[in-house]
């Protein structure tokens, strides 16, 4: 990556964002992608937020779908991004 929001990043960057819970790709909305991000990842363990681990527990399975579906459709407001 080397843009972020409207910044030029390095990989030095620390790079922060708010983000609905099951927005895998972080494009600011819960869709499809995300599904797919996380049905490719099914049964997947220590994998990451973009791999589909919406619930932090190191493991993609159906808790994390429960969280996506639970948020499909929704847009995170007021989406903030940060790079220190
Ligand atoms: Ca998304
Ligand atoms: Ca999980």
């Known amino acids: ?3 972020f929001g409207n910044a030029t990043v390095s990989t030095n960057s620390l790079l922060v964002t708010r983000a609905v819970i099951g927005d895998g790709n972080l494009d600011n909305v819960v869709n499809f992608a995300d599904f797919v991000i996380l049905s490719n990842n099914y049964g997947a ?3 990451r937020w973009s791999q589909g681990d919406y619930n932090g527990d190191g493991v993609v399975n159906f808790a994390d779908f429960v969280q996506l ?5 929704q847009t995170a407001a007021n989406q903030l991004n940060l790079v220190v």
Do not use: R
Request: proline letters at 9%; hydrophobic letters at 20%; glycine letters at 10%.
């Open 1 to 3: 990556m080397t843009v």
């Open 45 to 47: 363990t220590n994998p």
């Open 69 to 73: 579906s639970n948020n499909y459709g």
